[in-house]
């Protein structure tokens, strides 16, 4: 085995190494896009770019010419994986957006693949360590040290409840339990009763099952569902 083909193994390997790792840590999160499709993305953006630069040479010996750009075909790489990315980012019911976070690491893993295929290495092995510690540890550092408001998580509340009167005094036990009212809406039904709509604020140490105790207990609310968005 040559030198050149030596090399060309040794680059798949490390991509194959670096996607598994990123792809390991959105298969324990149970996202839509898991080790599998983070090892492909990896390991074909690594060949793509091994593809564009020695392509981009010709074969003269003692010679170098350039006959195109050597990275011509690896910055389209850079563009199609926009189309994974979008089918992953899906708009709720509650108009929240989910998926971001994965069509980002997404176009990180091509990112990192294309860094294996031009031959920088340790960038790659510290790129890809950022990139675990930016989604996995940074979000509980800023939890536990970080300003108030990214220490926070929302929760949607669905209430049925009977009586107007009792929408009022809701909505200001949320304000006595030092809750964030960020959204209401109210609906009447037809059968006189109201829904009503609630988006709140509370510490992200609070547990969802608390607020539910809480809220259900409340004179007047029927029915309760409860859903943590964040």
């Known amino acids: 085995m ?5 090399e060309i193994f040794l680059k798949l390997g490390i991509s194959a190494v670096l996607g598994l790792v990123i792809g390991l840590e959105r298969e324990l999160k149970r996202k839509p896009v898991g080790l599998k499709t983070s090892l492909v993305i990896c390991i074909v953006s690594c060949l793509l770019t091994i593809v564009s630069m020695k392509s981009a ?4 010996p003692g010679a170098v010419n350039i006959t195109m750009d050597p990275l011509r ?18 708009r709720r019911e509650n108009d929240s957006i989910s998926g ?11 990112g990192i693949g294309i860094a294996v295929g031009a031959g920088f290495y340790l960038e790659s092995f510290a790129g890809v360590a950022l990139l675990i510690f930016s989604v996995e540890f940074l979000p509980f ?6 300003p108030k408001q990214l220490r926070e998580k929302e929760i949607l509340l669905q209430l049925h409840v009977a009586e107007r009167e ?19 809406r109210i609906k009447d039904l037809r059968d006189g009763d109201h829904h009503v709509h609630l988006q709140i604020g509370v ?6 099952t608390e607020v539910y105790n809480l809220i259900s207990d409340l004179p007047g609310v029927q029915r309760v569902e409860i859903e943590s968005i964040s």
């Open 2 to 6: 040559s030198a050149f083909e030596t």
């Open 57 to 60: 040479y010709n074969a003269v």
């Open 73 to 90: 075909l690896a910055a389209q790489i850079v563009s199609g994986i926009g189309f994974l990315g979008a089918g992953v980012i899906l």
């Open 100 to 110: 971001l976070t994965t069509a980002a690491i997404i176009w990180g893993a091509a």
């Open 141 to 146: 550092i800023i939890k536990m040290i970080g």
């Open 166 to 184: 009792k929408i009022d005094s809701l909505i200001d036990f949320i304000s006595e339990q030092k809750y964030i009212l960020r959204k209401v």
């Open 203 to 208: 510490d992200s140490r609070l547990k969802t």
